[in-house]
């Protein structure tokens, strides 16, 4: 089961597998079903696939789908807004760790341009384990639990620097529709390091403090190679 409203819109614009039926709950919230698949989840080695850039840029580009979130409530959030909202969320443990209120800090000293207009839906969550192959070789993108309205790119950003080795960052960005420049780069940067922040609070939530470090640890590398270059 998946309750999430948007499930038959994304299945119109064939992103996630389609819905068989919808029900209203007493609480307001729907409930709905959807097709049952036999396949794979994918591996960190199965992201560089064509068909991934494609679901994306679909989904970016879907003006229904943000029309609908915003018909449900959902707000546009800035880059601070996201700063706040990891803040407001993120354990304890974390917001009071120090190498991640630098993070943070430089984060805010340093916020990319947003333009509401340009503002997309995205996933919010783009791991390989939330991305399904069917037996058939049809790709889907599933749970949306994190599902917002912002710049997209939240999700090009974790895609590359989780996946994508940085010599084919080009012609990935290219493909999805980015121009090549500096400010493209900064942006992918920045929202890279909310990506890995992300990353380890979801970790930190499942008591897996093993990839929690391991993420921990990819920051720290991602920041010392990167930040220097801007």
Request: with cysteine.
């Amino acid at each position: 089961m998946n309750t999430s409203p948007i499930l038959s819109g994304l299945a119109r614009e064939q992103i996630a597998p389609q819905l068989l039926w919808s029900r209203r709950l007493s609480d307001g919230r729907d409930m709905c079903a959807q097709e049952w698949l036999t396949g794979k989840i994918l591996t960190p080695s199965d992201m560089n696939r064509k068909q991934i850039i494609d679901i994306l840029t679909r989904l970016h580009r879907s003006r229904p789908l943000m029309t609908q979130l915003t018909r449900l409530g959902y707000k546009l959030e800035t880059p601070l807004d996201l700063i706040q909202s990891w803040i407001e969320k993120a354990p304890t443990a974390l917001k009071n760790n120090q190498y991640l209120q630098l993070v943070l800090k430089d984060m805010r000293e340093n916020l990319p341009s947003f333009r509401e207009d340009y503002a997309t839906i995205v996933h919010g969550d783009v791991r390989h384990s939330n991305w399904i192959e069917t037996d058939s070789s049809l790709i889907y993108l599933v749970d949306w639990d994190s599902v917002r309205l912002t710049d997209r790119m939240l999700d090009v950003a974790h895609m590359l620097c989780h996946y994508i080795p940085e010599h084919q960052w080009v012609e990935w960005l290219t493909n999805y529709g980015y121009k090549n420049n500096q400010t493209v780069m900064n942006k992918l940067i920045w929202y890279a390091q909310l990506s890995f922040l992300n990353q380890i609070t979801k970790y930190y939530e499942n008591l897996d403090l093993d990839n929690v470090n391991r993420e921990i640890y990819a920051l720290r590398i991602f920041r010392d190679k990167y930040r220097k270059k801007k």
